[in-house]
C-alpha cells in the first residue's frame, strides 16, 4: 500500500482485506463510495465521493473492489452450472422474493431482484463447498 495515500483510502484498503462483504452488499455501508468508484473508473462518472484522490488512489480502490467481485461471479456461475436443476433455482429466487416482498418490496421491483440476487450469492460463498459439489466441479472441468 503507497504511504501518500489519504487515511481513508488506507483504511478502506484493509477493510475490504478483512470485511470483503460489506463491500459486495448492495445497500451496504460502502455502496455509495463503491459505486462512485465504479462509475468513474468505468464511465468517467466524477462523483463527490472522489473530490481530492488521486488517479493512484482511485485506482487502488478500483482494483481492489474488482477482485472483491471476481469470487461472486465464480461461485454464481459454478452454482448455475453444475449444482442447481434450473427448477430448483427458480424457486429459491421466488421464495427469496416472497421474503422480500414481506419487507415492502414487490417482486418486480429491481431493488428487491439485486438484494435477493446478493443475498443468495453471498450466502453460497460463507458456505463451505460440500465434497459433491467439488466433485462436479472437477468432473465438470474433466479432472
Do not use: C
Not at 20 to 29: L, S, Y
Not at 96 to 125: C, E, H, I
Not at 129 to 143: E, R
Amino acid at each position: 500500500m503507497n504511504e501518500e495515500f489519504s487515511t481513508g483510502v488506507q483504511i478502506l484498503l484493509k477493510r475490504m482485506e478483512s470485511n470483503p462483504n460489506e463491500f459486495t452488499e448492495e445497500h451496504g455501508k460502502w455502496s455509495s463510495i463503491r459505486n462512485a468508484v465504479f462509475a468513474h473508473k468505468e464511465h468517467n462518472d466524477h462523483s463527490a465521493w472522489l473530490r481530492g484522490l488521486t488517479k493512484a488512489e482511485i485506482d487502488a480502490l478500483y482494483e481492489k473492489l474488482s477482485a472483491l467481485y471476481r469470487p461472486v461471479l465464480d461461485s454464481w456461475v459454478m452454482k448455475q452450472v453444475l449444482d442447481t436443476p434450473e427448477e430448483e433455482r427458480t424457486l429459491d429466487a421466488y421464495q427469496m422474493a416472497q421474503g422480500k416482498r414481506a419487507q415492502g418490496f414487490g417482486w418486480n421491483d429491481p431493488r428487491m431482484l439485486a438484494q435477493a440476487s446478493t443475498t443468495y450469492v453471498q450466502g453460497q460463498l460463507d458456505a463451505e463447498p460440500s465434497p459433491a459439489f467439488l466433485q462436479k466441479i472437477k468432473k465438470g472441468l474433466g479432472l
